[in-house]
């Protein structure tokens, strides 16, 4: 349905979002008409006035990948059924290693919104604190560890000490 390949610095900073259109005018008619017309004196619609259910096998969608306020695919010839499953991945492509690495999967329904966040600086500042203060611990924990064998060292050896 959409495969996009981009170089990771042209998503650093930006929105991005999976999301699904109607494929044709009449598939965006036939939407339309299930849901709630705007209220005459301006008050928004309200989440119960929504249907709890839509008749997908009669809504054809298309995917629609968004950088930005950039659409990088959509609305091409291949659409999905409304409400049916599809299974997202994503990946990226590790040049040091010359092969494609951190692949994800997840099942999306036809018609759900999913937004994307890329962070090419890696760890954020408070994971790497609390990463940090672990590496802290651990310090300290082998630290008090070797002054232990050195002291059991030094009672054996007083020990077997030959008079």
Do not use: C
């Not at 990226?92 to 010359?98: K, R, T, V």
């Not at 997840?106 to 919104?113: F, N, P, Q, T």
């Not at 994971?127 to 672990?134: K, S």
């Not at 300290?140 to 054996?156: C, E, N, S, V, Y």
């Amino acid at each position: 349905m959409a495969d996009v390949e981009r170089s990771l610095p042209q998503f650093g900073g930006q929105r991005m979002a999976l999301s699904f259109v109607p494929a044709t005018p009449d598939d965006a008619e036939a939407l339309a008409s299930y849901l709630p017309a705007p209220h005459a004196d301006g008050t928004p619609v309200q989440p119960e006035e929504f249907p709890q259910e839509l008749p997908g096998y009669l809504i054809e969608m298309s995917t629609r990948l968004m950088v930005g306020d950039q659409a990088l695919s959509g609305g091409g010839s291949a659409s999905v059924t409304l409400g049916l499953p599809v299974l997202v991945q994503t990946e990226f492509y590790d040049p040091s290693q010359q092969a494609w690495a951190g692949a994800t999967e997840r099942v999306a329904e036809v018609g759900e919104y999913h937004a994307f966040t890329v962070n090419g600086q890696g760890v954020g500042l408070p994971r790497a604190l609390a990463m940090a203060q672990r590496l802290d611990g651990l310090r300290r924990t082998l630290k008090q560890q070797k002054g232990d064998r050195l002291a059991k060292r030094g009672q054996i050896y007083l020990f077997f000490k030959p008079a």
